[in-house]
């Protein structure tokens, strides 16, 4: 599981469900973790948090500290292709218990800690982004992320660098592309509000401008 990408492992087990029995607790674990994904993508708050807490509760009953930080991460990732923040407490108490090198790489790398990130252990879909950063080469990055062929992998690393190194437009909209292309409501409004302050900073009102007027249609 280390090794795994760690918003697909759960899809990945539940595949392999005809290998042999998976335990009731576990198949609804995935579930939920399912449901909260989708749900927190296309911006149906009401739902969101509800399906992680029983995806949570699910597995404490379980008592499997290792999927269990792949909960905490997996949420943690999703509020970092909507560009938004996260508090990695509850991911730090699993971690004193229960350490893995590749979760802590991952959590680095959505935390925007490049220097502490074990590059051995972080995906492999992920290593050409955080070479770039590490040189803050936007031009590279915006390659290596349109390169990433999973949606999702793919906006967790333009949320990656749009969170903690200059903004660049090219990777921008990218975000704005794969958000849009998948009907993932909550990052598209993210992508867009942030291209807006983008041109906005640059001094190009005509374009923010376009930008705003399309936020206002969308969120109609």
Known sequence: ?????????????????????????????YSQLDEYKTSFLTGREASTEPHFEKARKEIAAGNDLGLLTVAYLTKYALHTASLEPFDASEFAKLYRLEPHPADMAYCHFLKGNFNAVDTKELPARYAGVLKAASGRDAATAGREIAAIDDPLSRLIASGVWTKYLPADEAILKIGIDTASANGWRRPLWAYLERLQSYYLENGDSAKANRVSERLKLLKK
């Open 1 to 29: 599981m280390k090794k795994l990408p760690f918003l697909i492992v759960v899809l990945l087990i539940c595949a392999c469900g005809g290998a042999g029995h998976i335990p009731a607790w576990k198949e609804k674990a």
